[in-house]
């Protein structure tokens, strides 16, 4: 098998998007390098159009700007497209004006195992290897086998969402893609990404003021130390230890630290949790006061016919009852917390027969 072709130049770039097979649909996925460095960077464009399956270098290439223009004027094919949005809206500034995502599609049909890999097999009898999954795609040269890895992770997906189109109109559920999709596209739209406070990790909720404390520098800690060395955070240690340090801190108890720690990284530490125990408690951070429910017969009840209708409709419909709507949004319209139309979309009420 060939070597797909790699655009490795804005020159290239121009010339190749200029092409008459570049279609007036295509699809994408993309490579980055968070299992490898601090900050995530895109790495890898995987473009698939009716005439070409390509992959296009962002390391090599001055100016992505083209392909920024040619993806804003089209729709475009995605699978599990949240993190591969996520990162276009991070180096363009913006999405393509429609985004079709096959794993949304396929969950709508009520396929189980909803993987790309999953969905190739059971479209196209393909089994994908998934042997460079944890590649380093920012070294370069990129090996022919990774390359080829790559291009398989995008060359089905526009066959594959004709087809999903196609069983979507014939059970009456492709209004319910289309919609479910521009949900999902504007969500990453509106995402705020420098959240306040990102040391509160989940787990953060079992501490008290004197972990969320001790949390608070370890986290910042681990950014320092993360940063210097160039590597993602959980290489330095993980969400869940960290929790399971601020446990232990918090109860006055000593933690292990790590005997592949180099001593100028234990010593940094050592000194970070020297200064926590130092602040004053009236400067520990304050634990958030979650939303308390008042529990009642009549609330129960009303989650309850809600949950019934909700999992009848998913039988009848043969789908996962969370598409419908997840027990805590159910929650929320039950207690009055949130306005159906604000929490669903139309299709969903419709299914709860809340329209």
């Known amino acids: 098998m060939s070597s797909p072709s790699l655009v490795r130049s804005s020159q290239e770039l121009v010339s190749f998007l200029a092409r008459p097979g570049s279609g007036s649909v295509c699809a994408i996925d993309t490579e980055a390098d968070s299992l490898h460095r601090y900050r995530e960077s895109l790495c890898l464009v995987q473009f698939s159009c009716e005439a070409d399956n390509v992959l296009i270098d962002p390391l090599e290439i001055e100016d992505l700007a083209p392909l920024g223009e040619f ?7 995605m699978h599990g497209a949240d993190y591969d949005m996520t990162m276009l809206r991070r180096t363009f500034g913006t999405l393509p004006p429609v985004v079709f995502d096959t794993q949304i599609g396929a969950r709508l049909l009520g396929v189980r195992r909803f993987g790309l890999a999953d969905l190739v097999e059971l479209y196209f009898g393909v089994v994908l290897s998934k042997s460079s999954q944890k590649a380093d795609w ?25 087809r999903i189109c196609d069983e979507l109109k014939a059970r009456g559920r492709f209004d319910w893609f289309i919609e479910s999709c521009e949900a999902a596209r504007l969500k990453v739209m509106d995402r705020d990404e420098a959240r ?48 399971d340090w ?29 200064t926590a125990r130092a602040l004053a408690t009236d400067e520990w951070p ?11 017969s009549e609330f129960d009840a009303r989650v309850a016919r809600l949950i019934s209708v909700r999992d009848a409709k998913a039988v009848e419909l043969d789908i996962d009852a969370s598409l419908i709507a997840p027990r805590s949004i159910i ?22 027969a809340m329209d």
Not at 203 to 216: E, H, M, V
Not at 341 to 351: D, K, N, T, Y
């Open 196 to 243: 306040a406070e990102a040391w509160r990790i989940q787990g953060s909720g079992r501490l008290d003021r004197a972990g969320l404390n001790y949390l608070k520098f370890l986290w910042e800690w681990r950014d320092v130390e993360a940063a210097a060395w160039d590597r993602p955070s959980f290489m330095v240690v993980t969400n869940r230890q960290l929790i």
């Open 331 to 352: 929650e929320s319209i039950a207690d009055g917390e949130v306005d159906p139309a604000e929490a669903l979309l139309g299709w969903q009420r419709s299914c709860l």
């Open 286 to 296: 304050e634990k958030p006061r979650g939303l308390r429910r008042r529990r009642d």
């Open 138 to 162: 920012g070294k370069r040269p990129l090996s022919p086998k990774m390359m080829e890895y790559a291009l398989n992770d995008v060359r089905y997906l526009l066959p594959m969402g004709g």
């Open 246 to 274: 601020s446990l232990s801190l918090a109860a006055g108890q000593r933690i292990e630290i790590p005997p592949h720690y180099r001593p100028e990284r234990r010593k940094r530490l050592t000194d970070i949790l020297d």
């Open 71 to 77: 993806l804003g004027s089209r729709p475009v094919w």
